[in-house]
């Protein structure tokens, strides 16, 4: 199936360090949206975009949707040990009540030994 | 107030079987959707439901099937199991669309 492409597949973290990923499809879309999911448990929603050129903040997490509406990045400051997890951004077209949500394969922050 | 809640948490099977996995959705909730993920990688849409019909269908073979109840809970259906049906099944529900939806745990199903 349709997958987005995130970037980096992992990355390692040191407290106090900025994070940076981004996510980018050959299709356009309408929404994007950031989840977090820790071991075990499902997806958490973080950040929702949906305007072309948003620039959206959620405490230390800020997400911006590409103007070509192809692409999307989310930054983290200043991380924390309980940032680490796997992060999947999703893009998303729908009309009404439907729609068909496109997830990426995740980047994994994990801590620096 | 309880969140997704999905059963069983594990399960076991063998190729050519039959499963079914169930999702209670947060209460006032309406649409119910369900996910797979292989390990490794992010979740796949396979269906969504809202108001007890199909609203979307992600590409899936047809051994994969789905309902949803009056009380708005769902079932996911898998039939002829194969081995590459082993994953993480998940369940999100939200008040109508896609947009903000909640993940249960999720069901893990391996098949052997």
């Known amino acids: 199936g349709q997958q987005l492409n995130q970037s980096p597949q992992s990355m390692f973290i040191q407290e106090g360090e900025d994070v940076s990923m981004n996510c980018t499809s050959s299709?356009?879309?309408?929404?994007w949206l950031w989840y977090k999911q820790d071991p075990g448990e499902g997806p958490v929603l973080l950040i929702a975009?949906?305007?072309?050129?948003e620039l959206t903040s959620n405490g230390r997490l800020t997400a911006q949707f590409g103007i070509t509406r192809k692409d999307s990045f989310l930054n983290i400051s200043a991380s924390i040990p309980s940032d680490v997890g796997i992060y999947f951004c999703?893009?998303?077209?729908?009309?009404?009540?439907?729609?068909?949500?496109?997830f990426g394969k995740g980047t994994k922050l994990s801590v620096k030994p | 107030d309880a969140g997704v809640t999905q059963s069983p948490t594990h399960l076991i099977k063998t190729r050519g079987q039959h499963v079914t996995l169930r999702c209670s959705p947060i209460?006032?909730?309406?649409?119910v959707s369900w996910y797979q993920q292989v390990l490794g990688q992010g979740p796949q849409f396979i269906f969504q439901?809202?108001?007890?019909?199909?609203?979307g269908r992600g590409n899936f073979p047809d051994r994969f099937s789905a309902r949803q109840f009056p009380n708005y809970s769902s079932e996911l259906n898998v039939n002829a199991l194969l081995l590459g049906d082993s994953a993480l099944y998940l369940c999100?529900?939200?008040?109508?669309?896609?947009?903000?939806?909640?993940f249960g745990p999720g069901t893990r199903l391996l098949v052997l």
């Open positions: 439901y809202y108001e007890k019909e199909e609203r």
């Open positions: 999703a893009g998303l077209n729908y009309g009404g009540s439907q729609g068909n949500l496109i």
């Open positions: 999100a529900s939200s008040p109508r669309g896609l947009l903000t939806q909640y």
């Open positions: 975009l949906y305007k072309a050129g």
């Open positions: 299709s356009i879309f309408n929404t």
């Open positions: 209460s006032g909730h309406k649409s």
